[in-house]
Structure formats: C-alpha cells, structure tokens
C-alpha cells in the first residue's frame, strides 16, 4: 500500500529557488567550476529529499511508476554515456588511443570509445543535474501551489535579468558582468556569453509570465465574470496583472534585443502552439484568445518595426551567405559516420573538430549547432535515439495532462511549449546545452509533467 505523499521539507524548496535565481548568474553557469557547483547544489537537494522521505516514511507523491515511461530510455542513454569511460580492446575503443598508446608485449592497448573521458565525466554530471532538477520539480509540482511558487521565482529571475541586460545595453554594451565585453557587442545577452543563449532564457521566461498572467486572467473569469461573458475589462486594473505584463514587455524587448534569429523564431513559433493550445482546450473565452492574439501581433510587429533592423539585417543575404551552419553540418556527419553506433564520446565535440575540420570554414567551432546532429556524433544514433523517445514520452505525457485534465492545464501547456522552444532552437543551435537553459528547462518540464496527471493516477 502507497503511503500518503510527503510534504516538501521547505528548506528543499529554498535550495531550488536559488538554483533558479543564482544559476544563470556566473556566464550562464557556463564554466567547470560552476558547473560543478550546481551539480553540488542538485547533490544536496537530491540529498535533503531522500532524508526527508526516510524520516516521514511517506511515499513519493509522483512514483516511478508515473515516471517509468521517459525515465527508463534516459536511464539507458546515461549507462551508455558512462559505458564510453570503460576500457575496451580495440575495435571497441578509440582510434586514437591505439595510435598515442605503445603496444607491450605484443597485446593491444586498452582504450575507451570517448576520445577525451574527462570531458565525457562532466557531460555526465551536466545530464545528471538535469535529471535530478527534473526529478525533484516533479515532485514539487504535484501540489499547484508549490508549481506556482517556483513559477513566480522563475518569473523574477528573468524579469530581472532581462532588466540588467536592459540597462547594461543602455549604458553602451561594454561589460559582461566585471569583464569587458568581447563578443557580440551592440546584441544583448545580459549575464550570458551568447546571444542566442539569452534569447532562449528570456522566451522560457517570457512564456512563464504569460502562464502567471493567464493564470490570474481564468482564476478572475471564474469568480467574478459569468461562464458566458468575455468581458474581462476589470481584471486589468489588478496591480499584479500590470506587475505581469509589464515583466512579460521588459523580457520580450530584451529577447528582440538580442539580434537572434533562431532564438526569435522559436519562441514566436512556440507561441503559436501556446495559444492553440489555449485555443482547443477553451480555457479563455475564444473571443478574448482571438483579441489577445491581434494584440500580441500588433505589439510584436511595432517592435520589430521600431527595434528589428539589426535583426533584419542579419537575415540579408550576404550574411547568411557568410554563415557556415552548413558546413559545420557536414563536418559532424563526418563524425557520425566514423562512429555511427558507438559514438566518439558524450562532451567530446570541442576535441573532435580539429581532426574534422573543413577548409571551408572560417573559424574553430566547440558546438555543432545543431543538438541532435552533435549528440549523435558523440553518443552514436541508438543512443541519440534514447535520448529523443525520452523527449517524445515526455511531451506525449504532456499532451495527454492538457487533454485530460480539468483544472491547472496552465502547468503541462506551458512544459509543452518551452519544450517546442526548445526543440526547434536546438536544431539550429546550443542555446538549451548551457547549464542555466538546460536546467531552468528540466525545472519547467517537471513541472509540467507533475501537473500532467489526473488526480486518480496519483498515488495517495
């Protein structure tokens, strides 16, 4: 017999607000030492939950039963991902270590499939701090108060950091935090190296304030409005729904202050599926979704208007001529052809290129631009198929919560919609492979797919 679920220790829910508030602090927390402090973080918070469990002697409130479908291909893709350190005889092992290693007494050198398995040992606590932010917003998020408390610290998080890259990008676009700002200088990437980065974290951000914001607007219609009247001119004059928009403005004039094209093109295609999300489910009067739209649109082609010229000149033809996506394309399939099964090394892309490089690129690249085509070739084609069943039962899963459930469809709607963001980014881009993205990324889909379930496929 399942036992009652536990509550959440509050000190647990603290720790996860400031993974949430600290993480894209420190260069996006794009750095060995940063990295390792928050898997230290997710360590200590995996940590806080087991002992809170063994001392309640209560079940988990979403059990493995619920989580066995995307868990058990993940699982698999990180024994494989750990498999790549063990030594293997050839031809199981890398070429390279046959040709660097001395052959003694005439027996072949051992050597793992990962070309460099330092860099395969951080790739794997990247992927396992993921999985644990998962894990423990999972459990979180069965109670929609909590989800909605890691929600509004999510919100302040990114108003605020949008509010930074603001005024950073006001004051001339000179410093990165206390450095000097070399890269990108005249786009706006807040606390992050990469434009395109930070435009990932603004639309996740975004699309959080808009769920706030919506959130609000239904709970309004439900209590002060009848089922049937659109009229909703009352709700606006709430200070936190003014607090809302006004946050959800500053992140989308920071996101278009960026200059990143595939970064805009995302979130403006997964807010599309937001709102027909909205649209199907009639969780807002249609005719209020059908005025949100026009005004979304018109507000978003004003600021194009007035702000996009330099998002429109990066889409001229001679810049895109000069861009060598393409090219980097070709030099990854080259790795995957190499090794299309075994992979060359989960985290190893930054030491493959050199030995792949084309002469027809310019510069030395660390990121495929491209997720799928860079997980392929450093973990094979069965593993990079594990890895996108995970994604594909987890987004069914989410499909199936705003199908079927009656209340809170907010939660797995938005999971849904960040993981849009984020696949159609990741096809043109490394932007949800920096540790900020990627784990404020795991936070929202396990969110989402706590809330995803109908209450009697919850164990009491």
Known sequence: ????????????????????????LPLASNR???????????????????????????????????LALPAFPFSLFLLWSALQLVPFPPPLAHTAWQESAPILMNSAPLGSIS????????????????????FLAVQIGHAPHQAAHLLKTIAVATSGYALYGLLIYALGDQTLLWFVKRDYVGSLTGTFVNRGAFAAYCG???FVLATLFLRTLCRELETTRPARSPDVTAIYVLPRVWLLL???????????????????????????VYWLGLYTTRLLPRRLLLTLALLAATLTGLALTFHGDRLFARLEGSIMARDERSEIWNVTARMIADAPLSGQGLGTYAHLYPTYRSE????????AHNTYLEMAAELGLPATALWLFALLAL????????????????????????????????????SFQIPANAGLLAILLGLGYAQSFRRQEQPL
Do not use: E
């Open 360 to 367: 027809n690129l310019q510069m030395t690249y660390t990121q």
């Open 115 to 134: 070309i460099d398995p330092a860099a395969t040992m951080a790739g794997i606590l990247k992927l396992l701090s993921y999985a644990i932010l998962f």
């Open 246 to 272: 006004s946050g959800a403005g500053l992140i989308f004039v920071a996101l278009l202050l960026t200059n990143a094209r595939a970064g805009l093109a995302s979130v403006l295609l997964a807010g599309a």
């Open 204 to 206: 996740m951000g975004f």
């Open 1 to 24: 017999m399942i036992s009652p679920p536990a509550d959440i220790p509050p000190l647990l829910l603290r720790l996860m607000q400031a993974i949430i508030l600290l993480t894209p």
């Open 395 to 430: 987004g069914i899963r989410l499909l199936i919560g705003v199908a079927t459930r009656r209340i809170n469809q907010l939660y797995p709607l938005l999971a849904l919609v960040v993981l849009t963001q984020a696949a159609l980014h990741s096809l043109l881009d490394f």
């Open 32 to 66: 060995p030492l940063f990295v390792g402090l928050l898997a230290c973080a997710c360590a200590i918070a995996l940590l806080l939950w087991s002992l809170h469990l063994a001392r309640t002697h209560k079940g988990m409130p979403i059990g493995w039963r619920q």
